[in-house]
């Protein structure tokens, strides 16, 4: 299938059912809307602020001014070109997801006629080709525009494409040596979303990678470049709120707080529901400690030679630990296997709770949790197949130390 029949298909299928008698069930489900992405949210802050209230003064809407501001001028002067928008968007988003690729499957094959020395012989047939040059970035452009799951968040028209095409374009950004244009859409998808901002690291390292010259001073710079569009948008955000910061608190703040504990498919809402209040700011901080801080430092560490390896693995992990998440191999029958089941099994036991009273919150939780675990295996399978070929490559296919058989392990 042609790159161009693909966008098409893609594009007329989002098209199609956005249209469709599904669009309303899908916009209101619990795995793809959230407090924070939910198309009904936003449009009801659209109406606040539209009538001079100010949204942030409740606790419904949670977006940033700026998504407001876009989507209030979008819905008053075009709102014909709603569906439409959410289609291009979640297509551009492919798109540089692409892009990012081609540039960065280049930069690998570069990379490795430059090491050819250290390839075993016996490994030099798993060298990238240029026939795999042309492959791997339409099998990404693929996987983008069919998956499943991202065709339900662009029907339900929830804000997380957006947040998509942020992180698409900072990343092309990033392979392609733009150092604004990378920081500019990550301050961006970080204004929206904060989790996004350990994607700092990975960046500034590709960037020193590319731009060839003082590695040091290049990550200061794209650094301080970050903090000012950052702090830019902040004080946009707070110029369109009539010079109130109030937003913050229900933005970044409710992020990180929790405070709505309305199940979805993340790992937050059972755990605060059950515990008792005066242990909740310990969880709190353990979760988004775990969600923000405490792989960022070990992953770079082992990958930091491979910044697009590290940035797709802070991706997932931020998607399963984050306070409000939807849906975005050694194992990989495993992880096939629970995805599907997972994905049929949601919202079947979520109307046994909730319409027909004949399930409970432990049932729910308990499919979010194989959905996490699945996405665990996933990661670990990424990670792993990373590893075993840079061992391979090295050292060849022979699996033996001091003669003796041995077993290759992630650890």
């Known amino acids: 299938m042609g790159l161009v029949l693909k966008y098409v298909v893609a594009a007329l299928v989002r098209y199609w059912l956005i249209h469709s008698d599904y669009w309303q069930t899908l916009s209101n489900?619990?795995?793809?809307?959230?407090?924070?992405?939910?198309?009904?949210?936003?449009?009801?802050?659209?109406?606040?602020?539209?009538?001079?209230?100010?949204?942030?003064?409740?606790?419904?809407?949670?977006?940033?001014?700026?998504?407001?501001?876009?989507?209030?001028?979008?819905?008053?002067?075009a709102p014909y070109l709603l569906p439409g928008v959410f289609t291009l968007i979640d297509i551009l988003t492919a798109y540089f997801l692409y892009k990012t690729a081609k540039i960065f499957v280049r930069i690998l094959k570069s990379n490795q006629e430059k090491n050819i020395e250290v390839i075993s012989d016996e490994s030099k047939a798993m060298m990238l080709t240029n026939l795999q040059l042309e492959e791997v970035p339409e099998y990404v452009l693929s996987v983008y525009l069919f998956n499943p799951y991202s065709v339900l968040n662009c029907v339900g028209m929830t804000t997380t494409v957006v947040q998509n095409l942020l992180l698409a374009v900072s990343l092309w950004g990033s392979v392609a040596g733009h150092r604004l244009v990378a920081c500019i859409f990550i301050a961006l998808a970080t204004h929206q979303a904060l989790y996004p901002i350990t994607l700092i690291v990975p960046i500034s390292i590709l960037l020193a990678d590319v731009n060839k010259g003082c590695k040091k001073c290049s990550y200061i710079r794209t650094l301080l470049v970050f903090?000012?569009?950052?702090?830019?948008?902040?004080?946009?955000?707070?110029?369109?709120?009539?010079?109130?910061?109030?937003?913050?608190?229900?933005?970044?703040?409710?992020?990180?707080?929790?405070?709505d504990l309305k199940p979805n498919i993340g790992l937050f809402w059972y755990f605060f529901t059950e515990m008792f209040e005066h242990f909740r700011l310990l969880f709190v901080c353990a979760f988004q400690i775990n969600a923000l801080i405490l792989y960022v430092v070990p992953l770079t560490l082992r990958f930091k030679n491979?910044?697009?390896?590290?940035?797709?693995?802070?991706?997932?992990?931020?998607?399963?630990?984050?306070?409000?998440?939807?849906?975005?191999?050694?194992?990989?029958?495993?992880?096939?296997?629970?995805?599907?089941?997972?994905?049929?099994?949601?919202?079947?036991?979520?109307?046994?709770?909730?319409?027909?009273?004949?399930?409970?919150?432990?049932?729910?939780?308990g499919v979010t949790l194989s959905f996490a675990t699945a996405q665990i295996f996933l990661i670990t399978d990424l990670m792993f197949a990373y590893l075993k070929?840079?061992?391979?490559?090295?050292?060849?296919?022979?699996?033996?130390?001091?003669?003796?058989?041995?077993?290759?392990?992630?650890?």
Request: glycine letters at 6%; proline letters at 5%; aromatic letters at 16%.
């Open 389 to 411: 070929r840079e061992f391979t490559l090295k050292h060849g296919s022979s699996r033996q130390v001091d003669g003796k058989p041995a077993k290759l392990v992630l650890r």
């Open 29 to 77: 489900r619990v795995e793809i809307a959230t407090p924070l992405n939910s198309w009904k949210r936003l449009i009801e802050g659209i109406y606040l602020f539209e009538h001079n209230i100010d949204p942030y003064d409740g606790d419904s809407f949670h977006e940033s001014p700026l998504l407001l501001i876009s989507f209030y001028s979008l819905l008053k002067y």
């Open 306 to 365: 491979e910044p697009v390896l590290l940035a797709t693995v802070l991706i997932a992990l931020s998607t399963i630990f984050r306070s409000y998440p939807c849906v975005v191999m050694q194992q990989k029958f495993i992880a096939g296997c629970a995805f599907i089941i997972t994905s049929v099994l949601g919202p079947t036991v979520w109307h046994l709770w909730i319409y027909s009273g004949s399930a409970n919150a432990n049932f729910f939780f």
């Open 227 to 259: 903090i000012l569009c950052w702090g830019f948008l902040i004080l946009t955000s707070a110029y369109i709120m009539n010079g109130s910061y109030s937003y913050i608190y229900n933005t970044y703040g409710f992020i990180l707080n929790v405070p």
